[in-house]
């Protein structure tokens, strides 16, 4: 099974570092790190490079692709090698996902349209308006379509993945390996729970404001 994580300049390195994580643990599971050409790849901080080991064009039947979100999705919204990439593979994908604001991606790429999808809470509004339907969840399944709100949710929806390609106890034995037993700090992880005042804050600086989400 070949599982290729996309990456390009100005991703959310958890995005991809995440799903990297949990597949990784799959038995019979190769996964590759794959940009428009291959070489180190600079994460939304610039101080954070991957290594994308595989130039799109080397990896055109992955079973499973991952694309991550990030400030850069906004260059990958117009037609371009990573659109023509995404469009040619998930005709042979087992199943096609995304993390954060990688939905945008998928949704622009016109692979969304009419199904159900999740994006980072801030860009909702923008995926709906890209044909996807969106939905306030964790993470989303319609059809081999699988996507996944923000950042951390990648690690949430490789799991729940993870756990139909490969079965729950092999699922659990990775959720364990990796001591996924999230109990954070504060209840603020999300605009239904955080103080108002710092949702309000968040979304007045978010690139997405101008769209109105």
């Known amino acids: 099974m070949q599982i290729v994580i996309v990456l390009y300049d100005r991703f959310t390195a958890l995005d991809a570092v995440g799903p990297y994580q949990v597949f990784s643990s799959m038995r019979g599971a190769t996964v590759v790190f794959a940009a428009e050409q291959a070489g180190r790849v600079s994460d939304d901080e610039r101080n954070l490079h991957l290594s994308a080991e595989a130039a799109l064009a080397d990896v055109p039947d992955p079973d499973i692709l991952v694309v991550p979100g990030g400030p850069g999705q906004h260059d990958q919204m117009d037609d371009g090698p990573l659109r023509d990439w995404l469009r040619a593979a998930d005709q042979g994908t087992t199943w096609t996902t995304s993390v954060c604001t990688g939905s945008l991606i998928l ?19 923008e995926l709906g308006r890209h044909g996807a339907v969106p939905v306030s969840e964790r993470a989303v399944f319609d059809g081999k379509y699988v996507t996944a709100a923000g950042v951390s949710a990648g690690i949430d929806m490789a799991l729940a993945l993870a756990g139909r390609v490969a079965g729950d106890e092999t699922a659990q034995a990775i959720q364990l390996g990796i001591e996924y037993d999230p109990q954070p700090p504060y209840d603020a992880g999300s605009p239904d729970r955080a103080p108002a005042g710092l949702v309000a804050a968040m979304r007045a600086r978010s690139r997405f404001i101008l769209t109105g989400s």
Not at 107 to 125: C, E, K, P, Y
Request: glycine share 22%.
């Open 107 to 125: 949704a622009g790429a016109g692979l969304l349209n009419g199904r159900r999808a999740t994006s980072h809470w801030l860009a909702l509004g």
